[in-house]
């Protein structure tokens, strides 16, 4: 059953009756989303929250001359989507995009008003969900200020040990604000660590 990763992401938050979950579960829209697709496009409207059954998404911004810079990345059981448009119905600041064929469930904005109006406790579900997301952004911001870039990639491993094998080393380091070359001397350096 392709709903069961999203109940159990939501069980950690909320109980919901069996009523409760049939509701939410027909408000949600399922997409595949093939390798490279873009499910949300800078300046469009930005209308879904998204959560990943399968495959990795990264959201990423690119400035005017073209340079990405990755903000996240979504692997299963993670919801993304560009928050500030997505709550405040803007049009995007961030591109999201496949990195290879995934599964996603889709709620809409619409759909997640009619939710809080019939389920109430989804209110509370999402707070959480907010505020875990706030305190990782948060710490993610000291770290880039604080850390050299060799502390800030072992964390990258820690936080998207799923990611790590299957992004290429370019989104890693824009993720991490560095370049590909110098992301290579790193894995080189921290290889010959652990050899010796």
């Known amino acids: 059953m392709k709903e069961h990763l999203i109940l159990k992401n939501i069980s950690r938050h909320i109980s ?55 903000i996240m990345f979504g692997v299963s059981d993670w919801w993304i989507t560009d928050m500030y448009c997505f709550i405040n119905e803007k049009p995007a600041m961030l591109n999201i995009e496949a990195l290879e064929e995934s599964l996603i469930l889709q709620l809409s904005k619409d759909n997640l008003d009619k939710l809080y109006c019939k389920v109430p406790k989804f209110e509370r579900f999402f707070r959480i969900m907010m505020q875990n997301a706030y305190i990782r952004e948060q710490l993610r911001t000291i770290e880039n200020l604080s850390l050299p870039a060799e502390e800030r990639y072992y964390n990258f491993l820690k936080k998207y040990p799923l990611a790590a094998e299957r992004v290429t080393q370019k989104q890693i380091a824009s993720y991490l604000g560095i370049t590909p070359e110098f992301l290579s001397i790193i894995k080189t350096n921290k290889q010959k660590n652990s050899c010796s």
Do not use: M
Not at 33 to 60: M, T, W, Y
């Open 16 to 70: 919901l009756s069996d009523e409760e979950t049939s509701y939410f579960l027909s408000l949600l829209k399922e997409k595949k989303v093939q390798k490279k697709e873009l499910i949300i496009q800078h300046q469009q409207p930005c209308k879904d929250i998204n959560f990943v059954l399968s495959g990795i998404l990264r959201a990423f911004y690119r400035d005017a001359s073209g340079k990405e810079s990755t």
